[in-house]
T-cell receptor, first 109, second 112 residues
Framework: GIQVEQSPPDLILQEGANSTLRCNFSDSVNNLQWFHQNPWGQLINLFYIPSGTKQNGRLSATTVATERYSLLYISSSQTTDSGVYFCAVTQAAGNKLTFGGGTRVLVKP | NAGVTQTPKFQVLKTGQSMTLQCAQDMNHNSMYWYRQDPGMGLRLIYYSASEGTTDKGEVPNGYNVSRLNKREFSLRLESAAPSQTSVYFC???????????FGPGTRLTVL
C-alpha cells in the first residue's frame, strides 16, 4: 500500500515563530487532507488539497502531486496551534485515507 | 448542523463483553467510515460503507462488525471485546469515497 511519511516528528516553537511541516507519499493520490488533532483529541479539517496551494488565515498548504509531497505552513504560531498535525491521502480510485505518523507541535508562550 | 456525532464518548468493558458504537451524520453524505487510533499513531481504517446498503473491510477488520442502518447511521459492533481493542474510535463521512472526510469527536474505549 501507499506509504505516508511526515517530518519532523516533533517541533517546539516559540509563540510568533513560523514553521513548515512536510508530508511525502509514495504513490499517486486522489485526495490529500491535513488535519489538526487538538489536545482534546478532536480531529479538525485544515485543508483538502490534492494539488495546488490554499490559504486559511495563518495557515497555508501546498501540494505538488507530481513530486509526491505536500507542505503545511504555520505563520505567527500561537499556543492554540499546539497538537498533532496529520497528513492523510487516498490513492487514485482508492477507498480509504492512509494517515502519516503525524508531527507533534508544541508552541510555547 | 451537528456534522458527525458518536455515542458513547467513553466506555469501559471487560474482556468478552460486547457493545455497539453508534455514528450518525447529517450532511447527506453517501460514504461512512470507522477508524481506530492507537496511542502515538495515525488512524487506521476498520470498515467503510461506500453507499447505503454496502460495507467493506478496511485495514484492521478482525474482531469487528458493522451495519449501515440507513444513509445517516453506521454502527460498529464488538462481539467479544479484547484488551487489544482498547483504542479511540472515530467515525467519519464523505460525499463519496475519494472526497473530503469529516470526523466525529471519537469514542474512547478501554477493555480490561
Amino acid at each position: 500500500g501507499i506509504q505516508v511519511e511526515q517530518s519532523p516528528p516533533d517541533l517546539i516553537l516559540q509563540e510568533g515563530a513560523n514553521s513548515t511541516l512536510r508530508c511525502n507519499f509514495s504513490d499517486s493520490v486522489n485526495n490529500l487532507q491535513w488535519f489538526h488533532q487538538n489536545p482534546w483529541g478532536q480531529l479538525i479539517n485544515l485543508f483538502y488539497i490534492p494539488s495546488g496551494t490554499k490559504q486559511n488565515g495563518r495557515l497555508s498548504a501546498t501540494t505538488v502531486a507530481t513530486e509526491r509531497y505536500s507542505l503545511l505552513y504555520i505563520s505567527s504560531s500561537q499556543t492554540t496551534d499546539s497538537g498533532v498535525y496529520f497528513c492523510a491521502v487516498t490513492q487514485a480510485a482508492g477507498n480509504k485515507l492512509t494517515f502519516g505518523g503525524g508531527t507533534r507541535v508544541l508552541v510555547k508562550p | 448542523n451537528a456534522g458527525v456525532t458518536q455515542t458513547p464518548k467513553f466506555q469501559v468493558l471487560k474482556t468478552g463483553q460486547s457493545m455497539t458504537l453508534q455514528c450518525a451524520q447529517d450532511m447527506n453524505h453517501n460514504s461512512m467510515y470507522w477508524y481506530r487510533q492507537d496511542p502515538g499513531m495515525g488512524l487506521r481504517l476498520i470498515y467503510y460503507s461506500a453507499s447505503e446498503g454496502t460495507t467493506d473491510k478496511g485495514e484492521v477488520p478482525n474482531g469487528y462488525n458493522v451495519s449501515r442502518l440507513n444513509k445517516r447511521e453506521f454502527s460498529l459492533r464488538l462481539e467479544s471485546a479484547a484488551p487489544s481493542q482498547t483504542s479511540v474510535y472515530f467515525c467519519a463521512s464523505s460525499g463519496r469515497v475519494d472526497s473530503e472526510q469529516f470526523f466525529g469527536p471519537g469514542t474512547r474505549l478501554t477493555v480490561l
